[in-house]
Nanobody
Framework: QVQLVESGGGLVQAGDSLKLSCVAS????????LGWFRQAPGKEREFVTT????????YYADSVKGRFTISRDNAKNTVYLQMNSLKPEDTAVYYC???????????????????WGQGTQVTVSS
C-alpha cells in the first residue's frame, strides 16, 4: 500500500512559477513510476507528466512540455513538479499518482496508476 500526500498548490499570477511536492509512504517507493495528473472544473482528469522508477525516463503532455519538470528523490520518498510560465489554463486540482512495477501500458494512462493523492489546488490568474 502506498499513500500519497501533495502540497505546494496555491494562487499565482500568469507567468509565475510554482513547485508541487508529493510525499509517499511505503518501503518500495523507488520501484514505482510516479505521475502527475490534473482536473479542471467540468473537465476530465488529464495526464500531465510521469517519471520512471529510477528517474531515467520522463514523459510530458504537449500542453506542459518545456514549462513543467518532474523529478524525484527516492531517498526522501518525494516526487516534485516544477511549473514555470504558468497560464490560466493550468488552473486545476493536481494529483500525484503511483504506478506499481507490475503495471504495464502507457505512462500517460490513469489506468496504470493504482494509488492517488488527495490533490492540491493550483489557480493561475490572468
Amino acid at each position: 500500500q502506498v499513500q500519497l500526500v501533495e502540497s505546494g498548490g496555491g494562487l499565482v499570477q500568469a507567468g509565475d512559477s510554482l513547485k508541487l511536492s508529493c510525499v509517499a509512504s511505503g518501503r518500495t517507493f523507488s520501484s514505482y513510476a510516479l505521475g502527475w495528473f490534473r482536473q479542471a472544473p467540468g473537465k476530465e482528469r488529464e495526464f500531465v507528466t510521469t517519471i520512471s522508477s529510477r528517474g531515467g525516463s520522463t514523459y510530458y503532455a504537449d500542453s506542459v512540455k518545456g514549462r513543467f519538470t518532474i523529478s524525484r528523490d527516492n531517498a526522501k520518498n518525494t516526487v516534485y513538479l516544477q511549473m514555470n510560465s504558468l497560464k490560466p489554463e493550468d488552473t486545476a486540482v493536481y494529483y500525484c499518482a503511483a504506478s506499481p512495477p507490475y503495471r504495464s501500458g502507457s505512462y500517460s494512462s490513469a489506468k496504470r496508476f493504482d494509488y492517488w493523492g488527495q490533490g492540491t489546488q493550483v489557480t493561475v490568474s490572468s
